[in-house]
């Protein structure tokens, strides 16, 4: 058994289309709800905690967070005044702390000198898109998720959970690079903000709450209809109930 609860790899390939794209999000939709991610008061709030949960779990970025917010030091000028160190001690339940402190810092660098977002949030999607790559310690998906969810702009943030479900289901390779996953989203949806933010957020409550890394919960999952027939030696994790 492979470590990810499939006996057999992913050697399913389907073809991937605007209807499976769209029927994806339907039933998510209509199982799961709305979201209302990602959580923060700001968009400077919303550009840190994604910085911030690289490689950590949401509920460590919350309290780095509430430890910012109590320090006074949520906002770019604020933080601007701390020293990486201090900055680092306040981020420290977030993990790789000093790192992250390195990439807030030089994330502030990067705007403007008053501080202020408004300038690069006006800014066209993909300029943003690109000027945030340029930033040390920014990736695709960090950079995505400013420009979807704090500049409120149409791109798709392609993350752990999307790659697991959709080559699970045989319709990508898992492989697949991160431009051409989401050129796929991009090329068969509506430019939409709002389905885009909603359809991320319901792959990551998918991902959290059935599509776990080792022990996949198909019986209980609302996309359980739509996994290729017949699946060789799939195994169906045992149904449990489910922590919100
Ligand atoms: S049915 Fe749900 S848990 Fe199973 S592979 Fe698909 S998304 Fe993952």
Redo the contacts with the bound molecule.
């Keep these: 058994m492979a470590k990810d609860g499939f006996s057999n790899g992913l050697k399913v390939q389907r073809r991937i289309s605007a209807k499976i794209l769209r029927r994806v999000f339907e039933i998510l939709d209509d199982a799961l709800g709305p979201q209302h991610w990602w959580p923060g008061e700001t968009p400077f709030e919303v550009a840190v905690g994604a910085i911030l949960t690289q490689s950590t779990a949401w509920s460590n970025v919350e309290k780095a967070i509430g430890n910012l917010r109590r320090a006074g030091a949520l906002s770019p000028k604020a933080l601007n005044r701390l020293s990486e160190g201090r900055l680092a001690q306040l981020i420290r339940p977030s993990g790789y702390f000093r790192q992250k402190a390195r990439k807030l810092k030089n994330f502030l660098r990067f705007l403007p000198r008053n501080g202020s977002l408004q300038k690069i949030m006006n800014m066209p999607a993909q300029e943003l898109r690109r000027e945030l790559l340029e930033v040390k310690g920014i990736g695709p998906e960090t950079a995505d998720s400013i420009v979807l969810y704090a500049a409120g702009r149409p791109v798709f943030v392609i993350d752990a959970y999307t790659r ?2 959709f080559s ?2 045989g319709w990508v390779d898992e492989r697949i690079s991160y431009d051409d996953f989401q050129a796929l989203f991009h090329r068969n949806l509506p430019e939409n903000t709002a389905m885009f933010n909603q359809y991320h957020a319901l792959l990551v409550r ?1 991902g959290k709450d ?2 776990t890394r080792t022990a ?3 019986s209980a ?4 209809s ?2 290729p027939v017949p699946w060789p030696d799939f195994q169906v994790a045992e149904k449990r109930p489910i922590k919100h």
């Design positions: 697991r479900i699970r289901h998918t059935y599509c996949p919960r198909c999952c609302p996309l359980e739509l996994l």
